[in-house]
């Protein structure tokens, strides 16, 4: 069975998507499951790892906090406009994005009565549209996105597509971004970078750790930059595990 490379101590900084990636996609983002064992393997590889472990994921920092309690790790949320430096909410949670204003949030639901099928969520730096529940309707969705969007005329934003959703955001952040400013700083400044992640709005991210001179892994397919592929959250939960054991000390 096809597995990545062992991680080095000293010499690795990891990077991990959460949705698609360490933990299933469900209905909505709030009845997602995290595993037992999960989180205790994430912060034992941390540890391992000197602290140069962080979350990067399209969720809020405090949606992170709330899935991988009792413990907060480093960590980027909405695609890069919140960033957390510190391990834990004492180290205070960073905006690089502008607040998306609610006259934008009311005309984005009006444009979208036509799908009550959709599911949206604001967050603050960014508006996500799920569709899980009506696949059918992702073309018809994105060209009325599309057109509400240059209706706004607000050209600093953008449609990043993701697993059933789709998420309207700033064109001045993603999670490659992210990633290079984690790698700019101790503990990760220095190290080689691996990130895991899933869809098309980790892409950025897989670019970032390859220019840095890492390695990237999707989940689910293949996707450009990727040095291997797991079949499945589950397939990541195990790799973790083993890695989790594997740095243990003895």
């Known amino acids: 069975m096809w597995s990545p490379g062992r991680l080095s101590s000293n010499q690795t900084a990891l990077f991990l998507d959460v949705d698609g990636t360490m933990i299933d996609l469900a209905a909505s983002p709030s ?19 000197g602290g140069a472990l962080a979350i990067v994921s399209g969720r809020t920092i405090a949606d992170i906090d709330r899935l991988f309690q009792p413990l907060c790790f480093r960590a980027s949320g909405v695609h890069g406009a919140e960033m957390r430096y510190g391990p834990s909410k004492t ?21 979208l009565a036509a799908f009550p099928a959709t599911l ?6 960014s508006f996500a549209i799920h569709y899980r529940a009506a696949p059918s309707l992702a073309p018809l969705l994105l060209t009325a996105l599309q057109e509400w969007l240059a209706a706004s005329g607000d050209d600093e934003l953008e449609i990043a597509e993701a697993h059933f959703a789709f998420e309207i955001k700033g064109s001045n952040f993603d999670k490659g971004l ?5 790698l700019a700083r101790a503990p990760f400044l220095g190290r080689a970078p691996v990130f895991i992640g899933d869809d098309w709005t ?16 999707s989940v689910g397919q293949a996707r450009p930059r990727v040095s291997g ?16 054991a594997e740095m243990a000390p003895s």
């Open 31 to 49: 009845e997602v499951v995290v595993p037992a064992g999960l989180v205790d393997d994430i912060d034992g590889i941390g540890r391992a790892l």
């Open 91 to 111: 180290f205070p949670t960073i905006a690089m994005a502008r607040v998306l204003s609610p006259d934008l949030w009311l005309s984005l639901n009006e444009a």
């Open 120 to 125: 949206v969520e604001n967050k603050r730096y």
């Open 178 to 182: 992210a990633i290079d400013r984690f």
């Open 202 to 217: 980790d892409e950025t991210g897989f670019a970032a750790v390859v220019r840095s001179g890492g390695t990237a892994y």
């Open 229 to 244: 592929v797991f079949s499945g959250p589950r397939m990541v939960r195990e790799w973790l595990a083993r890695t989790a």
